[in-house]
Nanobody, 123 residues
Framework: QVQLVESGGGLVQPGGSLRLSCAASGSIFSLNAMGWYRQVPGKQRTLVAGITSGGTTDYADSVKGRFTIFRDLGKKTVSLQMNSLKPEDTAVYYC?????????????????WGQGTRVTVSS
């Protein structure tokens, strides 16, 4: 069964930095686009940053110049380096990946989500 396991969230002061990491595991035969989303209570989950298997990146306007997404195809990981954090970056951050995997004799290609990691930016 595919799992996306996130790490790296926590409490940081405004202007500080955090790095989130996400590792995919399971009987994976293809790993395509990966990304990070975030969600605050009462609002929809929104894309923060995405990266294709070819390395093309995309960022929400609110994080351009402050966040960097990168991946390691061999290790099946995607990370988000977050600098110059602001209180409005406070949210639960979710890893997302388009994964082809087999489980119990059945193979499929679909989106998977991590369990979420909380980031709080506060003094």
């Amino acid at each position: 069964q595919v799992q996306l396991v996130e790490s790296g969230g926590g409490l940081v002061q405004p202007g500080g930095s955090l790095r989130l990491s996400c590792a995919a595991s399971g009987s994976i035969f293809s790993l395509n686009a990966m990304g990070w989303y975030r969600q605050v209570p009462g609002k929809q989950r929104t894309l923060v940053a995405g990266i294709t298997s070819g390395g093309t990146t995309d960022y929400a306007d609110s994080v351009k110049g402050r966040f960097t997404i990168f991946r390691d195809l061999g290790k099946k990981t995607v990370s988000l380096q977050m600098n110059s954090l602001k209180p409005e970056d406070t949210a639960v951050y979710y890893c997302n990946a388009d994964i082809g995997a087999c489980y119990d004799g059945t193979c499929s290609q679909r989106q998977h989500w991590g369990q979420g990691t909380r980031v709080t930016v506060s003094s």
